[in-house]
Each structure stands twice: as C-alpha cells, then as structure tokens.
C-alpha cells in the first residue's frame, strides 16, 4: 500500500509539471483565436465583398483541416523560415485553427445584434467603424459568450495535441511516465482527473461569465 501510495505521489509530481505548461498553450491559442476570429468575424459582415470571399475562404479551409496537420505544418515547415519553439508552433497552430471557428461565433453574434443598433449610431453621428466599435460588436460579444465559453474548453481539450511536437504538457509527461514505468493506467488517469479539473473549473468560470453579461434581448 505505502508503495502504491509514493508511486501515486511520484506520477503525480511529475505530470502536474506539465498543468502550466497546458494552461499557456491554452492561453496563447485563446487569446490568438479572439483576435483573429473578431477581426474575420467583422470583416465578413461588414467588409467589402471581396475580403468577404477571403475571410470566408480562410474558415472553410482552416475548419476541414485536421487540427494536427496545422500544428505539424508550423513546426516541420513554417518554422524552417520563421524561429517557432515546439510551444509556439503548437499554441500558434491551435489558435489559428480556433480562430476560424471563433469567426463563425462572433460573425453569428454580430448578425443577431438588431439592425436598428446600427442605425440609431449612425443617426447620432457615430461613424460606421465608431458605431461597430462601441455600439454593435460590445453586444455581440456578450451574446457570443455562451457558444465561445463551448470554444474555449474544446480548445482546453485540443491542446493535448500539442505533445505531438516535443512539448512537455500533461499528457506528454503522462506518456513519459507510462513508458517508463509501464503502468499506463497510473499515468493517464493522473492526467484524465488533471483535465477533468481544468476543464471543470473553466466551465464554472465561464458560465459565470455568462451569468454576469448576459444581455437581455
């Protein structure tokens, strides 16, 4: 039992090195998402047609790619012309690959913003990029919570790819720890309750986000 108990211990110390390393990879592909999902997500709705076409383009390519194809397109190719360590090309990668999802999210959010929101801006003077700024897209944002808090944790879930490249998160040290120990069961399961935690808490925290924004339409 006491054996049993300092291996248990031992697995644990080392795979809960790698709960930062998860959290940041996480973090950075959020973050990234956000960006680049906002700025496609206006553009596609109120750009100009061609750019329309492009931002669409981008989401329908990004979404039919495997998420793992991207994060080995950085690290084996883009990173021969542009210095990428293991943990950027794969938080890169993942936020990417996020952010076409977040496009469709926040493009579904701006368009169920009302109409006359846009209307009554520009009625005061507010310019068309005045009025998306500080009118439409703070209550698309807010409307968009409960589909992106959906995101984010997917996302959460996603970064496990990223051990495919070397970098040492919870499941590439759970790994680590089952070749060398060969009790896999062990391992993992230090890593599923780990992610069931992270994931847990990320839940809780996001809904009561949407508690407090929730905007009443």
Do not use: C
């Given at each position: 039992m006491?054996d049993?108990?300092?291996?248990l211990?031992?697995?644990?110390?080392?795979?809960?090195?790698?709960?930062?390393?998860?959290?940041?990879?996480?973090?950075?592909?959020?973050?990234?998402?956000?960006v680049v999902?906002?700025?496609?997500a206006v553009a596609?709705?109120?750009?100009?047609p061609a750019?329309?076409?492009?931002?669409?383009?981008?989401?329908v390519?990004?979404?039919?790619?495997?998420?793992?194809?991207?994060?080995?397109?950085?690290?084996?190719?883009?990173?021969?012309?542009?210095?990428?360590?293991?943990?950027?090309?794969?938080?890169?990668?993942?936020?990417?690959?996020?952010?076409?999802y977040?496009?469709?999210?926040?493009r579904?959010?701006?368009q169920?913003?009302?109409?006359?929101?846009m209307?009554?801006a520009r009625?005061?003077?507010?310019?068309r990029?005045?009025?998306?700024?500080?009118?439409?897209l703070?209550?698309?944002?807010?409307?968009?919570?409960?589909?992106?808090?959906?995101?984010?944790?997917?996302?959460?879930?996603d970064?496990?790819l990223?051990?495919?490249?070397?970098v040492?998160?919870?499941?590439r040290?759970?790994?680590?720890?089952?070749?060398?120990?060969?009790?896999?069961?062990?391992a993992?399961?230090?890593a599923?309750?780990l992610?069931?935690a992270?994931?847990?808490?990320?839940?809780?925290?996001?809904?009561w986000l949407?508690r407090?924004?929730?905007?009443?339409?």
């Amino acid at each position: 039992m006491a054996d049993l108990f300092q291996n248990l211990l031992t697995t644990f110390n080392f795979i809960v090195q790698g709960l930062w390393v998860t959290i940041s990879v996480t973090a950075v592909a959020l973050t990234v998402g956000v960006v680049v999902g906002i700025v496609m997500a206006v553009a596609r709705v109120y750009g100009h047609p061609a750019l329309q076409i492009v931002v669409s383009a981008y989401s329908v390519v990004v979404r039919a790619v495997p998420v793992i194809v991207i994060i080995f397109l950085l690290f084996f190719v883009i990173s021969r012309y542009v210095n990428l360590s293991p943990f950027w090309a794969g938080a890169l990668a993942l936020g990417f690959a996020s952010g076409a999802y977040q496009t469709e999210i926040f493009r579904g959010a701006l368009q169920a913003v009302q109409p006359g929101q846009m209307i009554a801006a520009r009625a005061i003077g507010m310019s068309r990029l005045q009025a998306i700024q500080s009118v439409v897209l703070p209550q698309a944002l807010r409307l968009a919570l409960p589909a992106w808090g959906n995101e984010a944790t997917l996302v959460l879930k996603d970064s496990t790819l990223v051990f495919a490249v070397g970098v040492p998160e919870i499941l590439r040290r759970a790994q680590q720890v089952s070749a060398r120990t060969f009790e896999p069961f062990l391992a993992f399961g230090v890593a599923l309750l780990l992610y069931l935690a992270l994931t847990l808490i990320t839940t809780q925290a996001l809904q009561w986000l949407e508690r407090r924004y929730r905007l009443q339409v």
